[in-house]
């Protein structure tokens, strides 16, 4: 908008004062009563948004002259309403909200005010960005939302002024699936089509399959017996026995020869420690010589530990599998009798259980 022979400053300052005017100045909307309070808050809302206009607070400023507006109705709100909304970049709302003024400034005589309103919205409706929503197929029930708000029918296929920037767009409808989506709407004229795509019917469930009626004219039986206990029993009886003793003899030759070789290591380590005194001056004073042949009977005694321990240990472990391995002497009667035959170290005992 332009106001001939005025600098930028001027025309901000000028702008401002033929908005600056108090919201209670005009009459109410029609049909519509405001109380005394209704009107000082209205007042006081539209003298803080003209603060926040003039510091740059658009944002703040739009809110507290839209609430002075619902407060209190007046041509003069929504002129400096719709200043902020072009201010803030809402070119599309600002142009509906000069419209609006300008309806209601004719409809309570205000040529000024209705003059003011048709020079801004004409200035804008040439740089307005346009939104066409076109829906392929309106199933019944369909509802088109554009920022949570829903459009009806007659905006189908039909530009609409938007403003720029970022807008979400969703459709659904009973026993379909929803469709959503986000658009970007530039500035200055744009004109965007959107195309709803037809909604997927939402598959069905399938079915739970009835249960199985019962039978009326199968007889009746009385209550199953209890199933018979089951005996498990050992494919071959004597093979446990031979196996464990297997292991206990290999377990002990593996311990036997751990200790052969402790052995081995233990006179290695006697002939380094006895070799090592050639070379030593005292018990504790040896050179280089004696000191590594010590070295070398230290590890050597070491291993020999080791190896003997480990060795005596898997002999006991044979023995102890070897004693307590089943014997093939165990006989069991027919009538649960029970005969034993245990080695002794003079002989064999047989004892038995009836």
Known sequence: MRFPGGSAKALAAGL???????????????GQSQSH???????????EGRKLVAA??????CAKFVGSEQLDPSAATLLNLASCWEKSGRAATAWATYREAASLANAVGRADYLATAQRHADALAPRLSHLTLNVVQPVNGIEIRRDDVILPAAEWGTAIPIDSGPHSLAASA??????A?????????????VTVPSLEPVTPAPAPA??????????TMGPSPPPAPTIRQSANPRSTGAAQRVSGW??????????????????????????????CVSKDSCGPTGLSE???????????????????????????????SPRDGNVVGANGAMVTLAPTPGGAVLTGSW
Do not use: C, M
């Open 250 to 279: 290999v377990l002990g030759s593996v311990g036997l020869a751990s200790v052969a070789a402790g052995v081995v290591f233990t006179v290695l380590a006697e002939n380094d420690y006895h070799d090592s005194l050639n070379d």
């Open 16 to 30: 401002s004062v033929a908005l600056a005017i108090s919201s209670t100045s005009s009459t109410p909307a029609w």
């Open 174 to 179: 009973p026993e379909h699936e929803p469709w």
């Open 56 to 61: 740059g607070k658009y944002a703040d400023a």
């Open 294 to 324: 010590r070295n070398q009977a230290r590890t050597y005694g070491d291993v020999a530990s080791w190896t003997i321990g480990l060795g005596a240990a898997a002999i006991v472990g044979g023995l102890v599998l070897v004693v307590t």
């Open 210 to 219: 009835p249960a199985p009626r019962p039978d009326v004219n199968a007889p």
């Open 37 to 47: 309070g209704d009107k000082v808050a209205a007042e006081a809302l539209f003298e």
């Open 181 to 193: 989506s986000t658009i970007e709407v530039p500035a200055d004229g744009a004109v965007v089509v």
